[in-house]
């Protein structure tokens, strides 16, 4: 059957949104469906402002970071009469199947959409921040950890002139895994994220501690501490400013910030976001909704809305334990003592 599908970027945006609305219209209209895409996230759908994509308007957008179809957060969305009018124009417009490319809120938003209109709706993963559960990767996620590791380099060359410590702070909402995979990329010293600390405000001795005794052991170089947002009540720069009275020896605070969600999509994002926009057409042919689409262990999978949102999703237990046992240099020290 011929449907009308709707898609939309929202959130942050990630590199490889792009791809994935490409591989969107390239599939539906194998499949002899047409696609429409609103603007501006949910906002678009609520101003009933929208365009048609063929496969001439997605010609190229492979390679593009950002989002053709610009993208926001909705506030207006959230409120009843915002939802309302969201699926009176979905009814309006005839749409049957409604894909949304986003984050953690976005999906919220999707499954929430899913109890008030009758139509399929499928979500795709599409965040640098990578903490959505039912899927190894979501879009986006390992071009950011490139761009932040590329930051991180450079860094790193000016810290080594200077034998200076820096503390970068790299995006990941309130999930580590930017941190953690940027940090054991670029050989940081130490990474803090928050599945690994409670209160940063006690960890505060360890931190000051875990410094100290680099400095023994490597003597005067460079150091690189690789933290997670939201981490440090008032960030790194609040972080580095403690350190630096503590510790007696300037720390200097870097911020990458929106940087990392911009540019090219990595080749493994331009792939994953081709495989998962084509999956999500797939299931909508099968008659599936309420989903989102993902890959575990190269197997494209569809997990319920509610799961992938709500369940938390685990770093690597594998790379935590280098980055913060074998790896690390206090850890070491104590068990040298010991032996
Ligand atoms: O979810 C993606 C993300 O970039 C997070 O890593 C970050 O915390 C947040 O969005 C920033 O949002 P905004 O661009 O609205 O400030």
Request: glycine share 10%.
């Amino acid at each position: 059957m011929r449907k009308k599908i709707a898609v939309i970027t929202s959130g942050g945006d990630a590199p490889g949104m792009n791809a994935c609305v490409r591989a969107i219209v390239l599939a539906a209209n194998r499949y002899g469906h047409q696609v429409v895409g609103f603007k501006h996230g949910y906002n678009g759908l609520i101003e009933n402002e929208y365009k048609e994509l063929t496969a001439d308007s997605v010609q190229h957008i492979i390679k593009l970071g950002g989002t053709i179809l610009k993208s926001a957060r909705c506030e207006a969305f959230t409120t009843d009469k915002g939802l309302t009018t969201a699926v009176n124009n979905l009814t309006r417009n005839e749409i049957d199947s409604f894909i949304v490319i986003g984050g953690d809120g976005s999906l919220r938003g999707l499954d929430r959409l899913s109890k008030h209109w009758d139509g399929q709706v499928i979500g795709v993963p599409g965040t640098i921040d990578n903490d959505l559960s039912g899927t190894d990767n979501t879009i986006g996620y390992q071009t950011a950890i490139d761009t932040a590791l590329d930051s991180i380099d450079k860094l790193r060359d000016t810290a080594d002139a200077f034998e200076r410590i820096f503390l970068v702070e790299v995006m990941g909402r309130h999930a580590g895994f930017i941190a953690l995979a940027s940090a054991v990329a670029s050989g940081a010293e130490q990474a803090l994220f928050p599945e690994s600390i409670e209160d940063p405000h006690l960890e505060l001795e360890s931190i000051v501690q875990h410094v100290e005794c680099l400095r023994k052991v490597k003597g005067k170089s460079s150091i690189i501490m690789v933290i997670a947002e939201h981490l440090w009540p008032g960030g790194v720069t609040d972080l580095a400013e403690t350190l630096t009275k503590q510790i007696g020896i300037e720390c200097r605070p870097c911020i990458l910030g929106h940087i990392q969600r911009g540019g090219a999509p990595v080749a493994y994002d331009r792939i994953l976001a081709t495989k998962l926009g084509t999956y999500a057409v797939e299931i909508i042919n099968e008659g599936q909704s309420g989903v989102m689409v993902g890959e575990i262990n190269n197997r494209q999978c569809a997990h319920k809305l509610n799961y992938v949102y709500s369940e938390q999703k685990a770093l690597d237990p594998y790379l935590v334990k280098i980055q913060q046992n074998i790896f690390d240099v206090v850890q070491c020290l104590n068990q040298t003592k010991t032996l």
